[in-house]
């Protein structure tokens, strides 16, 4: 049976994947790095750089897609239908769909890729943090990696 506790605990870790795009669209990377585990993984496949290990080759990798000169919101990462599966009292698993849109002025078609994240999290000192995000690309160019 689903308790009140575990309803909080999927409450918060549903915000928490919503912070991540959020902060991200902002371009505060420094917000975002705050969300994940000391040691995230990031798995974006060999077209959008791989496998990304550790604080500093992550928010490395990160500042690299964002155009310093260019404002917030260039980019949209609009998620949905996510699904949360607590897996231990410090673990859990999810999944949702990304849709990514381009919105630099002159796009004539904004839409940019279809993705489904898939995510790990663990409690550390009592708040939910990512430890391994992944995007399995559908669309314009399909590369799903093995299911863990």
Known sequence: MTTIEDLLNIHEIKNLRIQYSTYFDEQKIDELMGLLTPDAVCEFGPEYG????????????FLGYIDQDSEPYRVLHSITNHMVELTGPDTAKGRCY?????????????????????DLYKKIDGRWLIYRTRIDFLWPNRYIMEPR
């Open 98 to 118: 990304l849709i990514d849109l381009n919105l630099e002025e002159g796009q004539k078609n904004p839409l940019f890729l279809f993705g489904v994240y898939d």
């Open 50 to 61: 791989g496998n990304w290990e550790g604080p500093e080759t992550i928010r490395a990798n």
